[in-house]
């Protein structure tokens, strides 16, 4: 079943601030094997010039999507998630994401497009500290093999 | 802060050698847990073979994340990139032995940009199938 083109243009906030914490950023360096230091060590991040330790380029995958989830679990928007496979995944960032940041992330339902017998939807994920600075863009695109027929 | 190469050192077209990064069951469960993503396809052989896989797949964010890896560590630092695109193209699948798999990955200076950046273009490979596409990456150099 075709997605529910009503659903373009609908933004979703995150419900809280996501906290970035030297723990988390520790353990997600872990898991992708990189042992670069300023991921783990608050003197080793500061002594290369950053207030804290860094989170590596794709941590935002880490809460980037949550607020997006209400949308696209909605039964309305008719999404079969056993179909879903990611297909492309982007980031800008403004600035690079610290240890101790308090972020927002709000999501944006921004493309439906047909190819072939497949449904793709790209999830726009603005990314701010409280403030509102800008901090960082997701652009991430789902596939739903077969969505389309 | 700020990368350690230098933007008058390289130039167009140079290519950056490869770096080769392994790819265990044991850190697709570690992915799991520190991405919240836990979907079965990248932990459970029995589930994601029954959808009609040939084995248990790492989760595309796990590539992709190699690629950042290769371009921090030839950039010098994690902040100098500004920009990362890729392309989900193929699947790296994860077999239950000693060895697992392989993610081969490549980097090419595509363009030199004004402001002291440049387009870096990756190449990623497990066995002969090219696993990331339109993998770029765009980097303030020094």
Not at chain 2, 79 to 106: C, E, K, L, N
Request: net charge negative; with cysteine.
């Amino acid at each position: 079943m075709a997605l529910n083109r009503d659903f373009i243009g609908r933004a979703y906030s995150s419900p809280t601030p996501y906290e970035v914490s030297r723990l988390k950023i520790k353990e997600f360096a872990a898991a992708i094997g990189d042992a670069n230091p300023i991921y783990r060590d608050a003197e080793a991040a500061q002594a290369a010039g950053h207030p804290d330790v860094v989170a590596p380029p794709t941590f935002p995958i880490v809460f980037a999507l949550t607020g997006a989830g209400e949308g696209l679990n909605d039964p309305e928007f008719g999404l079969d998630w056993a179909m879903v496979v990611h297909g492309e995944q982007r980031f800008t960032y403004d600035r690079p994401i610290y240890a101790g940041d308090q972020l927002l992330c709000t999501s944006t339902i921004s493309e439906i497009r047909s190819v072939g017998r497949n449904e793709f939807v790209t999830v726009r994920g603005d990314v701010t500290t409280l403030d509102g600075e800008p901090v960082c863009t997701s652009f991430n695109v789902i596939v739903e093999r077969g969505g389309a027929k | 802060m700020g990368a350690t190469i230098k933007y008058d050192e390289v130039e167009q077209g140079q290519e950056l050698p490869p770096a080769e990064y392994r790819v265990q069951r044991v850190n697709l469960v570690m992915y799991a847990g520190a991405s919240g993503d836990f979907n079965p396809i990248h932990w459970n052989e029995r589930f994601a073979t029954s959808v009609g896989l040939p084995d248990v797949i790492a989760h595309g964010m796990y590539t992709m994340a190699q690629g950042g890896r290769y371009v921090t560590d030839w950039a010098g630092d994690p902040g100098a990139v500004v920009d990362y695109g890729v392309r989900f193209s193929s699947m790296v699948v994860v077999p239950d032995d000693d060895t697992g798999a392989t993610i081969t990955v490549s980097g090419l200076i595509e363009e030199k940009l004004p402001d002291k950046r440049v387009i870096v273009v990756l190449t990623a490979k497990s066995g002969d199938a090219r696993v990331l596409s339109k993998a770029r990456a765009v980097v303030q150099l020094a």
